[in-house]
């Protein structure tokens, strides 16, 4: 058992922090403030191969796994970036780029990741529903076949880059539920070219991540090749799993990137604020004590993620890789939510001005509460799928 960074990640985790001081928080708040897409930043992690790491070379990209990924996520995260760090490798290599890679037939690697690896194509994925929300089971967005086409009817919610993407892979319902012998049949996956006059795509306002907009979309009888399904027909439900383990991670190294830089600039700030007499308020144990803790238990989620993306990257069974993944996401949450949190107790009022960046932390690190997965969804996975409890829902 290894701890250590080989020589190449290293390499990855230094490329990541240059590029992230290069864009640091400043940069990142001038764009959620403008609503627009760091579209400098996008280049430079395209031109240093990061939006192809997990590609094979035979397609454009690097040929390493989620482990060199993860890698670069996290510094890029703490280094300056925060969640911006992390969304866009998301919403492009591991939407389109990983799940093409292990699910989509020769002719979709052919067309798609070449321009994914080199940072020319954005990607995004037509998942979550109005109605559905966690349960993708519930999907209602239908793909009927039409002669040698597929069309498909549906809406979409919270589709993140669906106003920027060249490329989607939309997740619906091919065989009723009804009509299934067991519930987690019936659902294909899909792949079209964007933007389309039937696909309607409206922005969302939100809270925060401004910086890529979360988008409405509508299927208004969208129809596709009969090659744009990703094979197999009906067996979609267990490629999304291997889709959303790796979000999953992605997730978590957001978290303990963003922790870390919110602890980061609480220490550095600790030091020099002073407040009562010539003692800077980073000796006091009110501060230090919950920084300290935060960051211990962040460092053990930390190596938990990597352990998932090790499990991930040898083939182990989906099993051993969703227990992995929700316990080092169920810590990281917890403790990051803690770490930045506390990040804003050191700044006092402070923490609350945007100049000081920690309020966009704080936005930021508390859609990782709800997304890509609830907190409280993660803990049942635990509860029923490691500790061997009663299933907590139906």
């Not at 890029?76 to 969304?87: D, E, F, K, P, T």
């Not at 052919?110 to 999907?139: H, Q, V, W």
Request: glycine residues 10%; contains cysteine.
């Amino acid at each position: 058992m290894d701890f250590n960074l080989t020589e190449e990640q290293k390499m990855i985790a230094s490329s990541a922090k240059e590029i992230a001081e290069a864009f640091g928080p400043e940069y990142w708040r001038q764009k959620e403030e403008k609503g627009e897409f760091g579209d400098e930043f996008w280049k430079a992690i395209g031109d240093a191969g990061f939006v192809g790491i997990a590609i094979p070379e035979e397609y454009g990209g690097s040929g390493r796994g989620t482990t060199e990924l993860l890698t670069a996520m996290e510094e890029l995260a703490a280094n300056g970036c925060g969640m911006a760090g992390v969304w866009y490798l998301i919403l492009t290599e591991v939407f389109g780029g990983l799940s093409i890679v292990r699910h989509g037939a020769e002719e979709h690697k052919r067309k798609y990741l070449p321009g994914i690896a080199k940072g020319e194509l954005e990607f995004c994925m037509a998942l979550t529903e109005p109605d559905a929300g966690s349960n993708t089971l519930n999907t209602k967005t239908t793909a009927k076949k039409q002669g040698n086409e597929w069309v498909i009817e549906g809406n979409k919610t919270f589709i993140s880059g669906a106003d920027r993407a060249k490329g989607m892979m939309i997740v619906a319902r091919t065989t009723p539920k009804e009509k299934v012998t067991k519930k987690t049949l019936g659902l294909s996956l899909f792949l079209t070219d964007l933007p389309h006059e039937l696909v309607e795509v409206k922005p969302i306002p939100k809270h925060g991540i401004n910086y890529s907009h979360s988008c409405q979309v509508s299927f208004n009888g969208l129809r596709l090749p009969e090659n744009a399904l990703m094979p197999p027909q009906d067996l979609g439900w267990y490629s999304v799993l291997d889709t959303l383990n790796p979000e999953r991670m992605s997730f978590t190294a957001a978290a303990v990137g963003i922790a870390r830089l919110a602890i980061n600039k609480a220490v550095d700030y600790s030091k020099q604020r002073k407040v009562f007499g010539d003692v800077p308020i980073g000796s006091y144990q009110g501060l230090q004590f919950p920084l300290a803790e935060a960051y211990a238990t962040l460092e053990a989620a930390r190596l938990l993620n990597f352990k998932a993306a090790s499990l991930f990257d040898n083939g182990a069974d989906a099993a051993s890789v969703g227990a992995a993944v929700n316990m080092s996401s169920v810590a990281a949450v917890e403790n990051a939510t803690k770490a930045v949190y506390w990040a804003m107790q050191v700044f006092g009022g402070y923490g609350y001005a945007k100049e000081y960046d920690i309020e966009r932390w704080w936005r930021e690190i508390n859609l990782i509460r709800l997304a890509p997965l609830t907190h409280q969804m993660a803990l049942n996975y635990i509860g029923e799928h490691v500790l061997g409890m009663p299933r907590a829902y139906y």
